[in-house]
């Protein structure tokens, strides 16, 4: 420091010459500790350039001379940098401005910020969210939207005038929910061009279900989208249209499963699954004997299974009158939960009275029967926080340590999906701490997880250590739950902490929970879970394989793909059959030319299903995982995201039950309500479908399905030497069938992949013109 000071005298003799640069570039270097001390008239006397403002700039600056630092800072183009100065003149800067300064190279410097990514950043970390506001347009705002606190920034989007802008439109709409003004939509639907009207009632009734149902409007067309009623009518007529009987999958499964638990389970299940939602139920019809020989828990599921094909028939009650419980067949319980999956989240009052007869639990009725009513009524009622049937739900619950407590318990959380109804689970928490039964003590943890949906609060986080499996298995679950899709790494570390658990089941639903929390990201997901797929325990690679294959479906991701095919060769029978239902998943709308060993994969399910002698719970698996594959005619996909992209609480709900069927088959038919459509709409002004088109990318016959069926089963087998010919031919039509990536096509209302939605660059399904 001496030895700086003492050369002073001749830095200001340079100064004053022809070579005064070098001087100002030494007091730049040095400007800590020769600030205080230079002649600052000796500056102010020299031309004026970029490198004298700054040099006084920061000179005033250390003198707390605020005022002609910044004048000097404004005269040489200041642009914040990543030091102590740059940050500080910056912040004095800002303050100025918000006090009214409208000096106009401040007032210019300030709209320059928002063309500066630095400078934006700053204004988060340092909390200045009105200037950011003020400074940025609607449009860029929207970009920063997610950097900040969700209240802040909603709030701060509703100042901004309204942009004719789909993305904009829907994100404002997010915020006057969020914030209370849901009496403001209405006046808001009335200000925007018609198209965006309807693209937010549609968004708002897929984002925001329970309350876009209660917003009504002048509008009938508002009303009827709001509701989700045009949603539900043209589906359902879409899929009627599209969704053929193709019963000789039908079969060929029914000839492969032969006589037995496996056929009873798989048939019924394949049946739902390749007509989901087309209300064609004639192969069941036509094979009533088979359909109705199962008993007990068999029959449950067969009869549950059919709320799966007449998804959202408003003739439901006339297709189940001949299977709900009579005083001569009183185990019929399925046939109530149909009733609830079929027109799940509707809170229609005619089925909730109808499905309260059946929950006298002091009765002589088939404990069955209740089961299947406290089922119907869970998912009936998902969402709508109905407290009176959650009141006498919870006296079940509190009352019944068995079978109807654990269905209590599932209801209570799908009726209070993402309420974090505090009084619910402090009920749930205290019987989880005074019960010993495995089942129950699942059950709560699976109606917690659903009522803390997507609330990120990590108070579950100290129940992690606990001695309990039990209270460590509510725990896991309850985190991956409440910060599902939010993709929070201190909670990930957490999750994936407890996958080295002593417990096999607290290590598969940490894998789960996982998955959940990533549910928004497939590139984290499959980094986390990819080392995972090598684990040691079945557990783990039973979980991850499910996970994959699940929150990648239909999206042809081939490394996905390469892992779960290897996990179908496990030596463990459960991450075999865990595998083969992902891989269902994930070949779901594809074909040879988008997955070049889709044949060969198929293939290995079909031997699979074929092979009577092998072991029945791989084969259980292989026979789901064909069945997705062929699901709807190709015409749905299962995904946890609603038809505008947006994660949907009803759907993560819906994950979180049906994967418990490894614990409890009945289970099983959750997966209806994870069904989503893919059919591209065009509609007008009065909601018809019009001969518009829009554009795709590469060659429509890229995404054209391919059609494998089952080998016959055939009892003795002869190796056939193949000709060169023939394996020539082969390769050659492979080739013939590689992807085409140039050209485009155009393609209006009709069937649109999802793996055609993605490469099209499209973000719905739905498009009002």
């Excluded at 009141?391 to 318990?409: R, S, V, Y």
């Excluded at 009084?423 to 005074?434: A, K, P, Q, R």
């Excluded at 894998?511 to 090598?534: K, W």
Aim: charged fraction near 25%.
């Amino acid at each position: 420091m001496e030895q700086s000071l003492s050369i002073l005298p001749n830095i200001e003799t340079i100064l004053m010459g022809d070579e005064y640069e070098h001087g100002l570039e030494w007091i730049l270097n040095n400007v800590d500790i020769a600030g205080a001390h230079i002649n600052v008239e000796t500056l102010e006397a020299l031309p004026k350039s970029d490198t004298v403002y700054k040099c006084l700039s920061q000179i005033y600056f250390q003198r707390k001379i605020y005022q002609k630092s910044i004048e000097n800072a404004l005269n040489c183009n200041f642009r914040m940098e990543d030091d102590f100065y740059s940050k500080s003149i910056h912040f004095h800067m800002i303050e100025r401005y918000l006090n009214g300064d409208d000096n106009p190279k401040l007032v210019d410097y300030v709209e320059k910020l928002s063309k500066d990514i630095f400078s934006v950043g700053f204004l988060i970390d340092s909390g200045q969210f009105d200037l950011l506001q003020q400074t940025l347009g609607p449009m860029e705002f929207l970009g920063v939207l997610e950097y900040l606190d969700k209240k802040k920034g909603y709030e701060l989007l509703l100042k901004y005038d309204i942009v004719m802008d789909k993305k904009f439109v829907r994100t404002y709409g997010d915020a006057l929910i969020f914030s209370g003004q849901i009496d403001k939509i209405e006046h808001l639907l009335n200000e925007l061009e018609l198209n965006l009207a309807y693209d937010l009632c549609f968004y708002l009734s897929e984002t925001h279900g329970s309350i876009a149902k209660g917003i009504f409007t002048k509008n009938e067309n508002f009303n009827k989208i709001l509701t989700g009623t045009f949603k539900s009518e043209i589906l359902l007529k879409k899929l009627i249209e599209n969704t053929t009987g193709d019963y000789v999958y039908l079969q060929q499964f029914a000839k492969a499963g032969g006589k037995g638990t496996l056929s009873n389970l798989c048939l019924p299940l394949a049946n739902t699954i390749m007509h989901i939602g087309s209300t064609n139920d004639t192969f069941m019809r036509t094979n009533v004997e088979f359909f109705t020989q199962n008993r007990g828990w068999l029959k449950f599921i067969s009869h549950a299974l059919i709320g799966g094909i007449h998804y959202s028939n408003e003739k439901i009650m006339d297709v189940l009158e001949n299977f709900f419980p009579t005083e001569k067949d009183s185990s019929n319980g399925g046939a109530l939960f149909a009733l609830g999956l079929a027109k799940a989240s509707t809170d229609t009052k005619e089925f909730i009275s109808f499905l309260y007869n059946y929950l006298d639990v002091e009765s002589d009725v088939d404990p069955e029967v209740t089961y299947g009513a406290i089922l119907g009524l869970g998912s009936l009622l998902m969402e709508s926080n109905n407290k009176k049937v959650v009141k006498d739900l919870l006296e079940i619950l509190e009352t019944n340590d068995g079978l109807l407590g654990e269905g209590a318990a599932l209801a209570i959380g799908q009726i209070q999906l993402g309420s974090h109804d505090h009084d619910t689970l402090e009920s749930f928490h205290n019987i989880l701490l005074n019960t010993e039964k495995e089942r129950l003590a699942r059950s709560i943890a699976i109606g917690n997880a659903l009522i803390s949906l997507q609330k990120e609060d990590a108070s579950a986080v100290v129940l992690l250590p606990d001695s309990s499996e039990n209270v460590r298995y509510y725990g896991i679950l309850s985190l991956g739950a409440s910060f599902a899709g939010t993709g929070n790494t201190e909670i990930l570390s957490d999750l994936l902490k407890a996958i080295d658990d002593s417990n096999n089941e607290i290590k598969r639903i940490a894998v789960i929970a996982v998955g959940l929390v990533c549910a928004n990201d497939q590139d984290m997901l499959l980094d986390l879970l990819e080392p995972l797929s090598l684990s040691y325990s079945p557990f783990v690679k039973s979980a991850v394989a499910l996970v994959l294959g699940f929150f990648f479906c239909a999206t042809g991701n081939k490394k996905v793909i390469n892992i779960v095919e290897v996990l179908m060769h496990d030596e463990h029978f459960l991450v075999q059959q865990s595998a083969y239902i992902g891989m269902g998943f994930l070949l779901m709308q594809m074909n040879s030319k988008l997955i070049p060993n889709y044949k060969r994969i198929v293939d290995e399910i079909n031997n699979k299903v074929v092979h009577k002698h092998g072991e029945t719970c791989s084969r259980l698996g292989a026979f789901i995982g064909r069945s997705l594959i062929e699901s709807a005619n190709g015409n749905v996909i299962f995904s946890t995201k609603n038809m505008c992209g947006k994660l949907d609480k009803n759907r993560l709900g819906a994950f979180i039950l049906f994967s418990h069927y490894w614990y409890w088959y009945p289970l099983l038919p959750y997966i209806i309500l994870l069904c989503k459509p893919t059919f591209l709409m065009l509609l007008d002004k009065n909601l018809e479908e019009i001969k518009d088109s829009v554009i795709f990318p590469g060659a429509e016959n890229n995404y054209e399905l391919t059609k494998i069926g089952l080998p016959e089963i055939k009892k003795k087998r002869k190796y056939v030497k193949r000709l060169k010919t023939e394996i020539e031919n082969e390769k050659e039509k492979i080739c013939e069938e590689s992807f085409q990536s140039e050209g485009e096509y155009a393609k209006n209302n009709g069937l649109m992949k999802e793996k055609e939605r993605i490469d099209g660059g499209y973000d719905s399904y739905f498009y009002f013109l």
